[in-house]
């Protein structure tokens, strides 16, 4: 029977429900950090994968294809969902039901109202639902963060931003399931590039800034082989509740691409920065610059003291974000450390995301929903 001890103790005992393509990059998790997090079954309808994945530890990891009967035979203390998005909610919200602390893949659900009705469910449960936006556990991003808010001189307040969010997706379906991928289906993806891709960068804004949405205007393109709503490009403009204003550029169907994401951000004082260093590099690290201590004085002023964001010297940040991810989750529910990104922080990035699909519907700007 399914232990409900609170709180457990370390390491965590996990159960990855799902062990497709993304469950690879939680495997370094399981296998760096042995201390923190125990995988203590699997939930999968395909054996082969499921199998697949089981057979890189060194213990028996069991597998099961029904969720009833894994919760019923299994002593957990958590679970990850790495499942389709349209399965997201469902499973994440039978799992809270039973108890169960959840780690969801972003999204974290495909449509608003499963958002809230996950807020409702984890209010009346106690139970903590977490979105896994990994990359808010990038070194890079905990530094800049540190480093916007520790000294208004340092960034101040957001003005502008610039988000790149592209990809060739052809260049990935072919080779994980074709044109039936469910990825192309807005009914089982909850869209298309935005809700996939760009949701990654939208969430990093609000992270490192402190700042969330309010309003979007876009426009979009529907094209082949995307199907059932999902937009393969979107142009959107976005404002922020202090007074920014942005711009999102995020495309599925780049022919050829130099990278895949990137985001820049103008405060009063300061620039971030992210670009690739070369061509073929999927993001490329974050730099900084600030005109606390290097006023501009003149044109070549405004090239100059940008500086690489340095490496954390606390042991346990990995360069891996899934690493750090699962790791932070972890000591959350047995340390009682405060847990980043529930589905109340997340909610607004799902907003944004909200009112980007309802504007290009619609052809009008649309505000942002507060809850």
């Keep these: 029977m399914t232990s409900r001890v609170y709180p457990p103790a370390l390491p965590l005992r996990l159960a990855m429900i799902g062990s497709g393509a993304i469950s690879r990059h939680h495997f370094p998790a399981f296998r760096d ?87 409702v469910l984890s209010l009346e449960t106690g139970v903590p639902v977490v979105a896994g936006q990994m990359l808010r556990f990038s070194n890079d991003v905990v530094w800049l963060k540190d480093w916007v808010s520790k000294d208004q001189q340092n960034f101040g307040a957001l003005r502008t931003f610039d988000v790149q969010s592209w990809q060739n997706i052809l260049a990935y379906v072919n080779s994980t399931g074709g044109m039936n991928h ?109 005109t606390a201590n290097r006023p501009t004085q003149k044109w070549s002023d405004q090239y100059e003291g940008f500086q690489t964001v340095p490496k954390s010297p606390e042991p346990d940040n990995s360069d891996n974000p899934f690493i750090s991810q699962l790791v932070h989750f972890a000591h959350a529910l047995t340390l009682g450390n405060p847990l980043q990104n529930t589905v109340f922080d997340n909610f607004n990035t799902l907003a944004c995301i909200d009112a980007i699909y309802m504007s290009l519907r619609s052809g009008q700007p649309c505000p942002v929903a507060k809850e």
């Design 182 to 290: 469910w990825l192309l289906d807005g009914k089982r993806a909850g869209g298309g590039v935005v809700v996939s891709l760009a949701v990654h960068q939208l969430d990093l804004i609000r992270f490192i800034t402190g700042d969330d949405f309010v309003e979007a205007t876009a426009w979009g393109r529907f094209d082949s082989p995307f199907q059932n709503d999902a937009e393969s490009c979107a142009l959107a403009l976005l404002k922020m509740t202090k007074g920014a204003c942005g711009v999102l550029h995020a495309t599925y169907t780049g022919p050829r691409v130099p990278y895949c994401e990137a985001l820049t951000m103008f405060g009063e004082n300061g620039t971030i920065i992210q670009h690739a260093d070369h061509i073929g590099q999927y993001r490329g690290a974050f730099q900084y610059a600030s």
């Design 33 to 119: 950090r042995p201390d923190v997090i125990h995988l203590s079954a699997i939930c999968e309808k395909n054996a082969q994968t499921a199998s697949a994945f089981a057979a890189q530890f060194s213990y028996p990891v069991p597998i099961f294809d029904d969720l009833a009967e894994l919760l019923a035979k299994v002593e957990l203390d958590a679970a990850l969902v790495a499942l389709p998005h349209h399965l997201h909610f469902p499973v994440a919200s039978y799992l809270v039901r039973a108890g169960i602390p959840v780690l969801v893949e972003k999204p974290l659900t495909c449509s608003l109202d499963e958002a809230r009705a996950l807020k």
